[in-house]
């Protein structure tokens, strides 16, 4: 059951010191306007890795899928069981190395979907899987990132040793972009070269528009290979940072309109006034120049606000932004809150979200530190209870399913 449908007291509890609230309306719509990028043969996977970057994997799975996603993408077997044991029953590719036998008992056991790096991976998935099964396994191509995968120009040995071993199924031939995200495209035009001509020269044709063509799929493309253009989604796109409704790359922006799923809030413990000269917090890093009215609020950088924003954040307070003043405490913050009249211990506060006119995103915490939205995102602790806001969309089920379920 998904937890928008929670009793108001469970919500109310969830929502007593800070939290992360997911918007599953907003969700869906993401997922509806990336599915009108695409072609009708090529399938949506929703990488729901890290905890859906930070979102709560089985919430966000279960609506994605809904609202028109096929495939899940996870980093490792746990994140994968954990959705089996939620009841998914859509495929779920393991983007991750996995290697050891138990690994392999645990991939055939759960009906996960292993990525196979080398041919010594093969061969010793082969050897665990035993003569009975046949095990759907995705090859991955290293075209330019120099992460995993073999190497496109040995594709045709790897491809055909998989082939010859008849416990493994290659269900997707799969590689990953360095730099989709940077408006120059020459090094991603260069890897999808790389992968066209390591598919071709394994007898593939990744460009074939039959409907149903037999397996392997092919996938390349990223959120941002995603936006950039249709020429990158063969079979299956990979998304994860759109889904959740932020642009990997500002010239990007105008491709689709999306919106951010995730609201980090607070509310307010204490409001007090200080005099001229007071300092506040830890080292006294900020000191007040006039009488300031403070609030303290209940979250801090072991809920995962970093504490390298101390005195460099702002905060929305009814629909108005205000700075945080001193540093940031592990489970506390405080704001100037001089300019908010009469404000009341106990009233919402927004780090991440929308709060009237105002938006901070993730993206502007990202700016402030020297990193990227992907980041902050995944550092959200579990301390943070995730609460559901927003109806999620259901999708109408594509016209074979139809024809399948009145054939049933
Ligand atoms: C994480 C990941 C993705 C998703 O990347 P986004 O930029 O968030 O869309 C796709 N493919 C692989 C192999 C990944 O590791």
Known sequence: MLSWEQSPSVALMQRERAWVEVDLAALSYNVQQILSLL????????????DAYGHGAITVAQTVLQAGATWLGVATIPEGIELRE????????????????????????????????????????????GSRASLPVHIKLDTGMS????SWQQATEFVQLVQRLPNLAIASVYSHLATADDPDPTVLRQQQQHYESALHACG???????????????????????LTDSSLHYDLVRTGLIIY??????HLNDRVNLKPVLQVKARVTQVKTLQPGTGVSYGYKFICDRETQIAVVGIGYADGVPRNLSNK????????????????????????????????????VTLIGQDGNEQILADDWAKL???????????FK???????????????????????????
Request: net charge positive; hydrophobic share 45%; aromatic share 4%.
């Open 86 to 129: 939620a009841g998914i029953e859509a495929p779920i590719l393991v983007l991750g190395a996995t290697h050891t036998a138990e690994q392999i008992r645990a991939i055939a056991q759960w009906q996960l979907q292993p990525t196979l790096c080398t041919p010594k991976q093969a061969l010793v998935f082969s050897e665990a899987v």
């Open 39 to 50: 072609s009708p043969q090529t399938a949506l996977m929703a990488v729901v890795k890290a």
């Open 313 to 348: 954040m702002t905060v929305l307070v009814r629909g108005q932004r205000v700075p945080q003043i001193g540093a940031i405490t592990m489970d506390q913050i405080m704001l100037d809150v001089s300019k908010i009249p009469a404000l009341q211990e106990g009233e919402v």
């Open 204 to 226: 593939f044709n990744p460009n074939s528009t039959a409907p149903a063509h037999p397996l392997p799929h092919f996938h390349l493309a990223n959120s941002a290979a995603t």
């Open 245 to 250: 409704g932020l642009y990997p790359a500002d």
């Open 147 to 150: 992460r995993l995968g073999t």
């Open 369 to 379: 530190l020297g990193t990227i939205s992907w980041e902050i995102l995944c550092s």
């Open 382 to 408: 579990h301390r943070l209870p995730r609460v559901s806001v927003g109806k999620p969309y259901r999708a109408k089920p594509p016209i074979s399913e139809v024809h399948r379920q009145s054939r049933a």
